[in-house]
């Protein structure tokens, strides 16, 4: 889902980052392009974008950089020789963008990212980030050709390939929240206290998330109560596993695009100071995974500071 693309971008973020590149062949997350100014060769310029920018939205994602030059090797691997920062960053960026914007259709995502010479410069270079785009294929119209990059390199897909795009639904993508709910006592033994964790799921891709599920971590003295004086779980509990508390929604149990569900109150005991009315409540180092239909599993870590009543 482009997870190795974005590590890529948000990992450039000086000149230094990006000179460091030189010596590197490009790849399927990453492509180099010089900035060529004249009139008479900026159109074709547009189009290499757009072609470039249609590749990685078909495939997994990737990152153009604009102030590099890459020159084939003697085995046809292109590999970045030097660094040639574009004169003007902002209209570089604009005349990219309206590339982008005019020549592949449907639209696509782009994150844009300027890294100048100096913090005054005009200089340095563009940095694109094409997000793996969902459902039907992009292409440019330019050539009226669907591409895609494999590789290092970018290319025409196949019919099949065409096809298989084109009966593809839009993703869906589970990610977790666990929220502190603050301290309480306990409902059912008045003036011992407890801390409630709230497990909250929200789709962020575009795709309905069906049949999802959650799962949670064990940790010490971390539980999903099961009595009544407590909200019971969203979806049912499951035993499947002794160490995870198993979560798992069913044919009914949709998670739609940009919606939030509250799936379950954990519960921490605290310690009491010996000689003191305060409870404490250490760290917890908690890990989640939530999946759905069509989606991989997404595992996340949380760290919940330590509390006192």
Not at 68 to 93: H, N
Not at 134 to 162: C, D, H, L, N, W
Not at 211 to 232: N, S
Not at 241 to 254: A, K, M, P, Q
Request: net charge neutral.
């Amino acid at each position: 889902m482009g997870q190795r693309s974005e590590a890529f971008f948000n990992s450039l973020k000086t000149p230094k980052n990006i000179k460091g590149l030189i010596g590197q062949s490009e790849d399927a997350d990453f492509d180099c392009k010089i900035w060529i100014p004249h009139k008479g060769e900026l159109k074709s310029w547009k189009e290499s974008v757009a072609k470039n920018a249609c590749g990685f939205a078909n495939a997994t994602g990737g990152v153009i950089i604009i102030g590099l030059l890459a020159q084939a090797d003697a085995d046809g691997v292109d590999v970045v020789q030097e660094d040639q920062p574009v004169p003007d960053i902002d209209a570089v960026k604009s005349e990219a963008l309206d590339a982008i914007l005019k020549l592949v259709e449907p639209e696509i995502e782009v994150e844009t990212k300027e890294i100048r010479l100096t913090s005054k410069s005009k200089q340095g270079y563009v940095l694109l980030h094409i997000h793996e785009s969902e459902g039907s294929p992009r292409r440019s119209k330019a050539t009226a050709e669907f591409y895609v990059r494999m590789a290092s390199g970018t290319v025409p897909m196949m019919y099949f390939q065409i096809a298989d795009r084109f009966g593809r639904r839009p993703h869906a993508q589970l990610i977790v929240e666990l929220e502190d709910g603050g301290v309480r006592t306990q409902m059912l033994a008045p003036g011992v206290f407890e801390r409630t964790v709230i497990a909250i799921v929200s789709n962020t891709g575009r795709g309905l998330a069906r049949f999802p599920a959650l799962r949670i971590g064990r940790t010490k003295g971390l539980m999903i109560p099961m009595h009544l004086y407590a909200p019971p779980p969203l979806w049912p509990l499951s035993d499947a596993h002794s160490d995870w508390f198993s979560l798992r929604g069913g044919s009914n149990d949709v998670v739609y695009p940009g919606e939030k569900l509250k799936i379950a109150t954990l519960i921490q005991g605290g310690v009491q100071i010996t000689g003191a009315k305060i409870w404490q409540f250490p760290r917890l180092e908690v890990v989640t995974e939530a999946v759905c239909d069509g989606m991989p599993a997404h595992r996340q870590s949380f760290a919940i500071e330590a509390a006192k009543s």
